[in-house]
């Protein structure tokens, strides 16, 4: 499988900006695709996560309210939609895959794509 992140940019406080997850290869009968992020001397966290044969969503409480994560069936893509961005939303974002497509409890990302960066200014 590999995942091709792409999106980000520079935006101000305030602004928005959607990034792109595309997946080809190997397909699965059901997973899991998620979005995560890592600012600088941070540690990676987990930002937003769509199950795609349910659509159901899942999402940090950092970002709830703010951004939007959905799945494009044609396409092969997801997107996280990121609304009212904060300069603590600065950070590279990677999307990731989990094959399995169990609940949040059993996830495990085993195919990453590369990093996009997201800088927000304030």
């Known amino acids: 499988v590999q995942l091709q992140a792409s999106g980000g940019g520079l935006v101000q406080a305030g602004g928005s900006l959607r990034l792109s997850c595309a997946a080809s290869g190997r397909t699965f009968r059901s997973y899991v695709v998620g979005w995560f992020r890592q600012a600088p001397g941070k540690e990676r966290e987990f930002v937003a996560a769509?199950?795609?044969?349910?659509?159901?969503?899942y999402y940090a409480d950092s970002v709830k309210g703010r951004f939007t994560i959905s799945r494009d069936n044609a396409k092969n893509t997801v997107y996280l939609l990121m609304n009212s961005l904060k300069p603590e939303d600065t950070a590279v974002y990677y999307c990731?895959?989990?094959?399995?497509?169990?609940?949040?409890?059993?996830?495990?990302?085993?195919?990453w794509g590369q990093g996009t960066q997201v800088t927000v200014s304030s």
């Open positions: 990731a895959l989990d094959p399995r497509g169990f609940g949040a409890s059993s996830w495990s990302w085993d195919y």
């Open positions: 769509i199950n795609w044969s349910r659509g159901s969503t």
